[in-house]
């Protein structure tokens, strides 16, 4: 099964941007990858789904300030203009026919 | 509006049966759009698969838990159970039920309960 690698913080200031990485493990370059917030004392929401082509899809309600992208074997989420409730713990998760797999969360300080 | 509300027991002692309920509104269980599922978040830790289950009777588990854990729908309740065996204090999670999109082939977690916290401990 696929693995998926995150960095454990990342720091930005605010209405700076900030640019996260998911990378999947060899042999799965070409997996969708899903992305969630979990804002402190909450539980996650989707954010959006990223193709190894680069295309993402949003869930409902997530600003235009959040987007996506791909290179290779990583997936990326995009936060422009950060916001002070942008400071949260992101994950990607991925599915692989029969089970699913989250990274390890990236922690996103807002200075 | 797709809600999810979970029914967790808060506290159980080791080696007791965990009985997880999930109501779903919204959306019937049945549904051809969607499975249904459940993670945990160990205290301070990230999130963990547990089991999914679909309108077709499809059922997957995690690998470390498939022998301890079984996933059912209840359609007539419009509700998503889990039952885990003979728990420990690993166990001790904010469990949340999820809903999975069937995103042209691609499932994703789309939706998320609010999450209820449990605790293993003699």
């Known amino acids: 099964q696929p693995v998926l690698t995150q960095s454990s913080s990342a720091s930005a200031s605010l209405g700076s941007s900030v640019k996260l990485t998911c990378t999947l493990s060899?042999?799965?370059?070409?997996?969708?990858v899903s992305w969630h917030q979990q804002q402190p004392g909450k539980a996650p929401r989707f954010l959006m789904r990223?193709?190894?082509?680069?295309?993402?899809t949003k869930g409902g309600g997530i600003p235009d300030r959040f987007s996506g992208s791909s290179f290779g074997a990583d997936r990326y989420l995009i936060i422009s203009d950060l916001h002070l409730d942008d400071e949260a713990e992101y994950y990607c998760?991925?599915?692989?026919?029969?089970?699913?797999?989250f990274g390890g969360g990236t922690k996103v300080t807002v200075l | 509006q797709l809600q999810l509300r979970e029914s967790v027991p808060g506290l159980l002692q080791p080696s007791e049966t965990l009985s997880l309920t999930c109501t779903v509104s919204g959306v019937s269980v049945s549904s051809r759009s969607h499975c249904w599922g459940w993670i945990r978040q160990p205290p301070g830790k990230g999130l963990d698969f547990i089991a999914t289950?679909?309108?077709?009777?499809?059922?997957f588990y995690s690998r470390s838990l498939q022998s301890r854990a079984s996933i059912l729908l209840d359609t007539s309740k419009n509700q998503v159970s889990l039952t885990l065996n003979s728990v420990t204090g690993a166990d001790t999670s904010t469990y949340y039920c999820?809903?999975?999109?069937?995103?042209?082939?691609?499932?994703?977690?789309?939706?998320w309960g609010q999450g209820s916290p449990l605790t293993v401990s003699s």
């Open positions: 999820v809903s999975v999109l069937d995103d042209d082939g691609y499932f994703h977690f789309d939706n």
């Open positions: 998760e991925t599915w692989d026919s029969n089970t699913w797999v």
């Open positions: 289950v679909c309108h077709d009777g499809t059922v």
């Open positions: 990223v193709e190894n082509n680069g295309d993402y």
């Open positions: 060899r042999g799965h370059s070409k997996y969708i």
